[in-house]
Nanobody, 123 residues
Framework: QVRLVESGGDSVQVGGSLTLSCVVS????????VAWLRQAPGQERDVVAIRGSSDLFTYYPDSVKGRFTISRDTVKNTVYLQMNGLKAEDTAMYYC????????????????WGQGTQVTVSS
């Protein structure tokens, strides 16, 4: 059974930093696609970072590029999201995802999900 557990969400001021962690069991993070997505109230769930299984592919949307970094520790089997220069619009529930059911990186095609961790950014 695959399980993903996120942690590290908090309330932080604009310009601050946070590191989110995603501990994975039942699946090797070193051999599968890993990603972070977020969803703000009343909005669609959006990808904020993807790292491919081979590390040849890494994706960040323009909204977070240069501020967020996805990484993985294969020994701890953990995925991380380092977030710097946080903005109010980064406020959302953040989800870790792993594996793909399809052939694209649409949110609905990720195979496994965590429960989410809340990030709130305010002045």
């Amino acid at each position: 059974q695959v399980r993903l557990v996120e942690s590290g969400g908090d309330s932080v001021q604009v310009g601050g930093s946070l590191t989110l962690s995603c501990v994975v069991s039942g699946l090797s993070v070193g051999t599968t696609v890993v990603a972070w997505l977020r969803q703000a109230p009343g909005q669609e769930r959006d990808v904020v970072a993807i790292r491919g299984s081979s590390d040849l592919f890494t994706y960040y949307p323009d909204s977070v590029k240069g501020r967020f970094t996805i990484s993985r520790d294969t020994v701890k089997n953990t995925v991380y999201l380092q977030m710097n220069g946080l903005k109010a619009e980064d406020t959302a529930m953040y989800y870790c995802a792993a594996g793909l059911r399809g052939t694209t990186y649409r949110p609905g095609e990720f195979a496994h999900w965590g429960q989410g961790t809340q990030v709130t950014v305010s002045s």
